[in-house]
């Protein structure tokens, strides 16, 4: 499975628009990208997930690259409660979803 | 998306002793998996709760320690067997309808071994 490599942390403000990437190198033709937001004391909660080109839904946009080897969550005008971790994942249905997680990036949103 | 029941929600055990989480779903689903997140951690998958037949664990993790059945397509438990401190974590179980949708999860089971 590829493994991903994030920013560990990033501070925003409210009202800004947050660019998260993801790393991926290792990316199998047959892989999806899909982003993951966890807040303290419950499970992730699914965001977005996509395989090639723009990605968009009522919660982000997500950008990959022709070589697909990264990517990169849009998250427009955050608030306050978009505080959380984000987590980016590569997984292929071959393995059945199977998830692996990485260390994810904490979003600090200030207000 | 489904709606995913953890049963308990948090519990304190003593060392020694075994813990069984339920995990239950308002929908028949394809895919099942269990994880475990340690404080301030990332998430590690436990192992893929296969439906009729014997789970299939991830590297690091045993089947006489973390014991799995999935009796149906809307049902699982994962049993932590004979708890020591180390075992103190959060587990979530994970479901995917299809191979073609993405996973959610349930808020977890967090467990202290005292």
């Known amino acids: 499975l590829a493994k991903t490599t994030q920013p560990i942390s990033m501070d925003s403000y409210e009202g800004q628009e947050v660019n998260i990437t993801c790393s991926h190198n290792n990316i199998a033709t047959n892989d999806y990208i899909t982003w993951y937001q966890q807040f303290p004391s419950q499970g992730p909660r699914f965001i977005i997930q996509g395989y090639k080109t723009k990605v968009t839904n009522e919660v982000a946009s997500l950008f990959i690259p022709a070589d697909r080897k990264s990517s990169t969550l849009s998250l427009p005008r955050v608030s306050l409660s978009d505080t959380a971790v984000y987590y980016c994942l590569v997984g292929t249905r071959e393995y059945g979803n199977k998830l692996v997680f990485g260390a994810g990036t904490i979003l600090r949103v200030k207000s | 998306s489904a709606v995913i029941s953890q049963k308990p929600s948090r519990d304190i055990c003593q060392r020694g002793t075994s813990l069984t989480i339920q995990c239950q779903v308002d929908?028949?689903?394809?895919?099942m998996f269990w994880y475990r997140q340690q404080p301030g951690q990332s998430l590690t998958l436990i192992a893929t709760?296969?439906?009729?037949?014997?789970?299939?664990?991830e590297s690091g993790f045993v089947i006489d320690k973390f014991p799995i059945s999935r009796p149906n397509l809307t049902f699982s438990t994962l049993t932590v067997s004979n708890m020591s401190p180390e075992d103190s974590s959060i587990y979530l179980c994970?479901?995917?309808?299809?191979?073609?949708?993405?996973?959610?999860f349930g808020n977890g089971t967090r467990l202290t071994v005292t």
């Open positions: 929908s028949q689903v394809t895919m």
């Open positions: 994970s479901v995917g309808a299809d191979y073609n949708s993405p996973l959610h």
């Open positions: 709760a296969n439906q009729g037949s014997e789970a299939t664990y």
